[in-house]
Each structure stands twice: as structure tokens, then as C-alpha cells.
């Protein structure tokens, strides 16, 4: 069974820094794209960033970029974020994702794409 876990989230204030982790169990995910979205309250769930599975090429959403920096350790089976200068707009429910298959760059940004989801991490940041 394949599980996705996500953890370090919290309350932080504005400007701030917190580091999300990702452990995967149950497949090796190192030939995976990994990706984070997040879901912030009545709105949907968007694509914030993901790593392609060597970890040399990382796409991220605007509004994240040069904040937030997304790595991996596939020893570990592992995927990070590590989120700086955090703002109140970056609250919302974070969530690791990974496909089943692979699938061509045009669509890392689509939430369709992947197949399996963490439960989502909390992350508040205060004004």
C-alpha cells in the first residue's frame, strides 16, 4: 500500500521559515516526478512546486518562487519544501503528491496527473 506522509507544518509568523517533509513508503518513488500542492480554505487545491526525479529540474508556482525551494532525497524516498519569507496568503493545507506513471512536463502543474496524495500538513502564517 502506498502511503505519502507529510509533516512540519504549523504556526509560524510572517516572514518566517518552515520546512515541509514528504516520506514515502510502499514504492520507490526515486523515477517519480514529486510535486506539493496546497488548498487554502473555499478555494482549490493548486500547484505550488515539484522536483523532476533526478532533483535537476524544479518548477514552482509564481507566487512561491524564490521563497519557497523544493528538494529530494530518493535514498530516503523523501521530498522537501522548504518555505522562507512566508506570508499570511501562504497559509492553507499542504499536500505531497506522486503519479503512478510518468508523464510528460507540461503537465507536473495538473493536479490530475497524480495519483497519490498525503493527507496534507497544516501550515498558518500570521499577520
Known amino acids: 500500500q502506498v502511503q505519502l506522509v507529510e509533516s512540519g507544518g504549523g504556526l509560524v509568523q510572517a516572514g518566517g521559515s518552515l520546512r515541509l517533509s514528504c516520506a514515502a513508503s510502499g514504492r520507490t518513488f526515486s523515477s517519480s516526478t514529486m510535486a506539493w500542492f496546497r488548498q487554502a480554505p473555499g478555494k482549490e487545491r493548486d500547484f505550488v512546486a515539484a522536483i523532476v526525479r533526478t532533483g535537476g529540474s524544479t518548477y514552482y508556482a509564481d507566487s512561491v518562487k524564490g521563497r519557497f525551494t523544493i528538494s529530494r532525497d530518493n535514498a530516503k524516498n523523501t521530498v522537501y519544501l522548504q518555505m522562507s519569507s512566508l506570508k499570511p496568503e501562504d497559509t492553507a493545507v499542504y499536500y505531497c503528491?506522486?503519479?503512478?506513471?510518468?508523464?510528460?512536463?507540461?503537465?507536473?502543474?495538473?493536479?490530475?496527473?497524480?495519483?497519490?496524495w498525503g493527507q496534507g500538513t497544516q501550515v498558518t502564517v500570521s499577520s
Open positions: 503528491a506522486a503519479p503512478k506513471a510518468s508523464f510528460a512536463t507540461m503537465f507536473l502543474r495538473t493536479r490530475s496527473a497524480y495519483d497519490y
